[in-house]
């Protein structure tokens, strides 16, 4: 099975978004702050402290936010010149084959360790922070559920 695709920077900053917030540390990060900050006003609100930890805990929770949603994934778009290339992929029994005007490269399935899957892409792990984005745009929902049962099966 065969696909073309470029990618669209808003669906990428979204992917993109989506893998940060999947990371478990992350979450743990944006609960804990959750937390203290909803602690924070709370006493705040009964005058048990003073209006400092309040303001604190609104100021991080408002820079973890801004950093996870918009920050770290345009410096990561930004940085990488694969999100502005055109794409073949291939996908078959034994491996995945990417090709591009600049060459090929095969991946064997047992290079992935995990995938996910977002609204508009598949992510392919290669370990916990490296991963390739597919997207599902130029797929039929056939292929769609092909390429889903596919990466169910050799990655799991």
Same mark, same amino acid.
């Given at each position: 099975?065969? +696909?073309?695709?470029?990618?669209? @920077? @808003?669906?990428? &900053? ?7 917030? $999947?990371?478990?540390? !992350?979450?743990?990060?944006? !609960?804990?702050? %959750?937390?203290?900050? #909803?602690? $924070?006003?709370?006493? *705040? ?13 609104? +100021?991080?929770?408002?820079? =973890? =936010? ?12 930004? @940085?990488?010149?694969? *999100? ?5 992929? %291939? /996908? ?8 591009? %005007? ?9 290079? *992935?360790?995990?995938? !996910?899957?977002?609204?508009? +892409? +598949?992510? &392919?792990?290669?370990?916990?922070? $490296? *991963? /390739? &984005? ?15 049962? &596919? #990466?169910?099966?050799? !990655?799991?």
């Amino acid at each position: 099975m065969q +696909f073309s695709f470029s990618y669209d @920077k @808003k669906k990428v &900053l979204q992917a993109l978004r989506y893998h940060f917030v $999947s990371r478990q540390e !992350i979450r743990v990060m944006i !609960i804990l702050v %959750n937390v203290f900050a #909803l602690t $924070s006003a709370a006493l *705040f609100y009964f005058k048990k402290i003073r209006p400092e930890p309040f303001f604190l805990g609104t +100021f991080i929770w408002v820079m =973890m =936010m801004v950093s996870v949603w918009y920050i770290l994934p345009n410096i990561i778009y930004k @940085k990488s010149s694969t *999100f502005k290339e055109a794409f073949t992929i %291939n /996908f078959s029994e034994h491996y995945i084959v990417l090709e591009n %005007n600049r060459g090929y490269v095969n991946w064997e399935w047992s290079k *992935f360790s995990k995938f !996910i899957e977002s609204p508009h +892409f +598949f992510h &392919l792990y290669f370990d916990t922070k $490296s *991963f /390739f &984005l597919v997207p599902k745009d130029t797929m039929m929902d056939d292929d769609k559920h092909t390429v889903r049962g &596919l #990466l169910k099966e050799k !990655i799991g």
